[in-house]
């Protein structure tokens, strides 16, 4: 298993001597915070975001009281790490995770600022709309446009996007993504 840490030292292409010399850290400090169930200080995280040339957001939540794996801010890194595509695997964990929950702290955070355009417009459409389902007030960063610059048929079924325009609720319609009217439905 490797953990979240490391993916993303991965995925930035960066070995662990230069993150390490990078963060001013000891390559063991760095092996120990890639470490799946392993301790790591605020602070070396914190050198390692800026090793990596991101910055670091903190959000501390007793892990089993959320599922943190399935918030918008997890939800979308996981989609940079597996690609565009792997999408409707994360984002139907976070409908559901949320929906089984209803923990605020699930949408709480925006997506991250490096992900698809597309993809943080569905986030937050999607937000919008499970909040709405559930009564609740949404968070502030899912209240803005995000209009696309052209139309996203989630399905990309030539026969099902007229059919998308019809049934696609507002919260999707509003970004410029059509879906159909079940598309959050499960089972």
Known sequence: MTSWLRSLRIHYRVSERELAAK????????????????????QSLE????????QSVFLAVPEEQCGAESSVIAVSVKILLGGFESW?????????????????????LPPHR???????????????????EAGVEPPDWALPTRFLPGPWFVSETDSLKAM???????????NNIYVLENFLKRG
């Open 23 to 42: 963060a001013q850290i000891s390559r063991l400090t760095l092996r120990a915070a890639e470490s799946v169930g392993t301790n790591c200080t605020i």
């Open 47 to 54: 050198a390692i975001c800026r090793g990596l040339g991101r």
């Open 88 to 108: 409707p695997l994360h984002l139907m964990e976070m409908v559901d995770d949320f929906r089984k929950s209803l923990d605020p702290r699930l949408i709480l």
């Open 114 to 132: 490096e992900v698809d355009p597309r993809i943080a417009a569905l986030l937050g459409s999607t937000v919008l709309a499970l909040c709405q």
């Open 164 to 174: 998308a325009i019809l049934e696609s609720p507002w919260a999707f319609r509003r």
